[in-house]
T-cell receptor, first 121, second 113 residues
Framework: EVQLVQSGAEVKKPGESLKMSCKGS????????IGWVRQMPGKGLEWMGI????????RYSPSFQGRVTISADKSISTAYLQWSSLQASDTAIYYC??????????????WGQGTMITVSS | DIVVTQSPDSLAMSLGETATINCKSS????????????LGWYQQKPGQPPKLLFH???TRESGVPDRFSGSGSGTDFTLTISSLQAEDVAVYYC?????????FGQGTRLEIK
């Protein structure tokens, strides 16, 4: 079964750092782009960025460039999303998702279960 | 960046009716190299991640009932849900996958009267 399993919910204080993970299984991890999507409470979906684990090619949304870092370790089929200094406005559910089609930038056909991040003093 | 706008923001339909959701892009999503429109449609039910219904505007994902259909080309697209069932209650999103950042529409909430 093809799936993405994300790390668990986190409660953080403003200014703290965070690195969340997304582990792929059931497919060749290096061959598919992996992206990240934010969903703030009660709001819509926001595309944050995407990485191709095969060569680490990474694209960011201007809205998130410089605020987050996307990375991956293809040896353990895991992608990461990290912050160096969280803000209260980062409170949201974060999804990782796989781009459909090997090597192709496209819609997301496989989604992780989501990770809830709460940032509060 | 490409802006994607859905209409309506919400709609309430009766069981068995046909729902139509529109999605408009600020620029064409038609890729000349393969004549494909790079638009996806998703369904998100409460407490769940989104589920891809269509990619390339009209290519149905495995397991999606044929009551769901996607159409359109260029800048204007439509998701049609016929014979509405209670399980179709969800928020539906379109997403352009033509140029990064791959922006989503704001979502359309579908309710049953």
């Amino acid at each position: 079964e093809v799936q993405l399993v994300q790390s668990g919910a986190e409660v953080k204080k403003p200014g703290e750092s965070l690195k969340m993970s997304c582990k792929g299984s059931g497919y060749r991890f290096s061959d598919y782009w992996i992206g990240w999507v934010r969903q703030m409470p009660g709001k819509g979906l926001e595309w944050m960025g995407i990485m191709y684990p095969g060569d680490s090619d990474t694209r960011y949304s201007p809205s998130f460039q410089g605020r987050v870092t996307i990375s991956a370790d293809k040896s353990i089929s895991t992608a990461y999303l990290q912050w160096s200094s969280l803000q209260a406005s980062d409170t949201a559910i974060y999804y990782c998702a796989r781009s459909s089609g090997s090597g192709r930038l496209d819609a997301f056909d496989i989604w992780g279960q989501g990770t809830m991040i709460t940032v509060s003093s | 960046d490409i802006v994607v706008t859905q209409s309506p923001d919400s709609l309430a339909m009766s069981l068995g009716e046909t729902a139509t959701i529109n999605c408009k892009s600020s620029q064409s999503l038609l890729h000349s190299a393969n004549n494909k429109n790079y638009l996806g449609w998703y369904q998100q039910k409460p407490g769940q991640p989104p589920k891809l219904l269509f990619h390339w505007a009209s290519t149905r994902e495995s397991g999606v009932p044929d009551r769901f259909s996607g159409s359109g080309s260029g800048t204007d697209f439509t998701l049609t849900i016929s014979s509405l069932q209670a399980e179709d209650v969800a928020v539906y999103y379109c997403q352009q996958c033509y140029i990064t950042p791959f922006s989503f529409g704001q979502g359309t909430r579908l309710e049953i009267k």
